[in-house]
């Protein structure tokens, strides 16, 4: 049973779309993150909720809009894509909101193509 | 600015030989301090992490990591590399001990380990 999983894996598509990634987590976890991966390998973190509220914004363009229904569900939608947009995307989720936090527990990623 | 890096960017090692992977941190305190591992196509699983106390730890896997303060220095090592250990490591630090972090990791560029049999 996957703990974090993310839909889709693969999403290829054209400049100036639209898209949704969704994020899914069973572990009862109250924290969710969305992490950027660009094609250099970077991870770097654009947004954290805690029980669904809005904790961690990361200078991301509001092309970036995060969705999160309910603590275990945390969705990603991009509005008019841009090239630079294209890399893997990482839902992450932890069990406490503050610390000393422990382990983040990582979703297999979403690799975005953007054409 | 805080940051993490890692300065090798490939490693390649002999099955059974040791290894160890480099770390330095670049913090106005010392930060907790993580060693991540990504499989080809996976996500990031953590290795061993770091909070206080014994500057050696053990994680998973038979990898362990030493935290020196002197050199900010938190170095990933393993006795003896299996070819299943073949994957991309990532250390990672977040510095704010007084529990605001939530989860702002600062991550180094990674290093791919390759393994020959």
């Known amino acids: 049973d996957t703990a974090v999983s993310q839909t889709p894996k693969y999403l290829v598509t054209q400049m100036g779309n639209d898209k949704s990634i969704k994020c899914e987590q069973n572990?009862?976890?109250?924290?969710m993150y969305w992490y950027k991966q660009d094609s250099k390998k970077f991870l770097k973190i654009m947004f954290s909720?805690?029980?669904?509220?809005?904790?961690i914004n990361e200078t991301v363009p509001n092309r970036f809009s995060p969705k999160s229904p309910d603590k275990a569900h945390l969705n990603l939608h991009i509005n008019s894509l841009e090239l630079g947009d294209s890399a893997v995307y990482f839902c992450?989720?932890?069990?406490?909101?503050?610390?000393?936090?422990?382990?983040?527990?990582f979703g297999e990623g979403s690799r975005l193509t953007v054409l | 600015a805080q940051s993490v890096t890692q300065p090798d960017i490939h490693i390649t090692v002999s099955e059974g030989a040791s290894l160890e992977l480099r770390c330095n941190y670049s913090?106005?305190?010392?930060?907790?301090l993580f060693w991540y591992v990504q499989s080809p196509g996976q996500g990031l699983q953590l290795l061993l992490k770091?909070?206080?106390?014994?500057?050696l730890v053990q994680g998973i896997k038979g990898f362990e990591a030493e935290f020196k303060r002197s050199q900010s220095s938190f170095n990933l090592r393993k006795p003896s590399v299996h070819w299943s250990d073949a994957a991309e490591y990532f250390c990672?630090?977040?510095?704010?001990?007084?529990?605001?972090?939530?989860?702002?990791?600062?991550f180094g560029q990674g290093t791919i380990l390759t393994v020959h049999p």
């Open positions: 909720y805690n029980n669904k509220e809005l904790i």
């Open positions: 770091y909070f206080s106390g014994d500057t």
């Open positions: 990672a630090a977040a510095g704010d001990a007084g529990g605001t972090s939530y989860g702002k990791l600062t």
């Open positions: 992450a989720s932890s069990r406490e909101a503050g610390g000393p936090f422990g382990e983040l527990f």
């Open positions: 572990l009862g976890h109250d924290t």
């Open positions: 913090y106005g305190a010392t930060p907790y």
